[in-house]
């Protein structure tokens, strides 16, 4: 892409191969991960190197720049490089994670920037104990259905919105404890489920269409994590409000926080590998796209249409 734009400023061209810098390994991509995140890139509203999009990715190392600790031929996947929607990849060499056996390309390329932010989320934003209620949002997408598996798996009663019967059905299937749909009533809703308490902590990918509904759910000194804005920023709010509401927590995180070592790199997606390896976690996959029809898979994830994580496979 060379200026921001609709989905049809992702074009499919030929460019140089990427050469990898000191500390950095190149990669033959065999999956690569849509992301919300990468809508938002491609809009112009979050900063971005032009000109490939892309974050997450998995392939086979076919090259290593000097002091990189990652071997040629090497199985690795990464959940925050740059340039990934590329058939070759310069990536960060602390930032790619093995990939273990019997984890899937598809499986290692698409759920594994979801599957680490969902780890943080329930880790070390807020750690739901055996029989909490908690709020996530958009439970049939990509990244709700991993914090419902994740969260339902730890003994939390999850309660989760979705906009059709066929996404409450999936929600269910990931565990759900209540599904709801969107309204004006739902913190009504979750009120009445939980004994008029409210839930011990709101998960919010939605943004502005979801944020008050989400403050409204939450029992006293509960927290909102809002870690994304699918349907637009939230607006400046008075912070007295938290006072009134309960002595609230909340917090916009994002993932390059949680993974500033390598250490926490490799713990989160291990965790992330293992729980999928012992069946906690099952990926669901929305669909799958050639890498050059990039642009209809950003129509899809913007449509909401989609149930699972996305991927773009090279040619």
Same mark, same amino acid.
């Given at each position: 892409?060379?200026?921001?734009?609709?989905?049809?400023?992702?074009?499919?061209?030929?460019m140089p191969d990427p050469v990898p810098a000191p500390g950095e390994v190149l990669v033959r991509t065999r999956a690569i991960g849509v992301n919300y995140r990468d809508v938002y890139v491609r809009r112009g509203e979050?900063?971005?190197?032009?000109?490939?999009?892309?974050?997450?990715?998995a392939g086979e190392v076919v090259a290593a720049g000097e002091g990189a600790e990652v071997a040629v031929g090497d199985r690795v996947a990464w959940a925050y490089g740059r340039a990934s929607y590329a058939e070759l990849v310069a990536v960060p060499a602390d930032q790619?994670?093995?990939?273990?056996? %019997?984890?899937?390309?598809?499986?290692?390329?698409? &759920?594994? +920037?979801?599957?680490?932010?969902?780890?943080? $989320?329930?880790e070390s934003v807020y750690r739901p104990t055996p029989g909490d209620s908690i709020l996530v949002h958009a439970g049939a997408g990509g990244m709700g259905q991993l914090l419902?598996?994740?969260?339902?798996?730890?003994?939390?009663?999850?309660?989760?919105?979705?906009s059709t019967d066929e996404k409450e059905k999936l929600a269910r299937e990931a565990g759900a404890w209540h599904v709801l749909r969107y309204?004006?009533?739902?913190?009504?809703?979750?009120?009445?489920?939980?004994?008029?308490?409210?839930?011990?902590?709101?998960?919010?990918?939605? %943004?502005?269409?979801?944020?008050?509904?989400?403050? &409204?759910? +939450?029992?006293?000194?509960?927290?909102?994590? $809002?870690?994304?804005s699918a349907s637009g920023r939230v607006p400046p709010f008075d912070l007295q409000r938290l006072a009134e509401l309960g002595s609230l927590f909340v917090t916009r995180p994002v993932l390059p926080h949680f993974v500033r070592t390598r250490a926490e790199v490799l713990w989160r997606a291990n965790e992330v590998f293992s729980a999928i390896s012992e069946d906690i976690l099952r990926i669901?996959?929305?669909g799958t796209y050639a890498l050059p029809d990039a642009a209809q898979a950003h129509r899809a994830i913007e449509s909401r249409a989609t149930a699972g994580s996305l991927v773009l496979l090279p040619t």
């Open positions: 892409m060379t200026e921001p734009g609709g989905p049809d400023a992702l074009r499919y061209r030929r979050y900063p971005a190197e032009l000109p490939v999009p892309g974050l997450e990715g790619c994670v093995p990939v273990p056996d %019997g984890i899937d390309w598809q499986v290692a390329g698409g &759920a594994l +920037l979801q599957g680490m932010t969902a780890h943080y $989320l329930l419902v598996q994740w969260a339902a798996a730890r003994g939390a009663k999850v309660i989760t919105t979705v309204g004006d009533d739902l913190a009504e809703h979750i009120r009445e489920l939980t004994g008029g308490e409210g839930v011990s902590a709101a998960y919010d990918g939605v %943004g502005a269409a979801t944020f008050e509904s989400s403050l &409204a759910s +939450l029992r006293p000194r509960g927290t909102l994590a $809002l870690f994304g669901r996959f929305g």
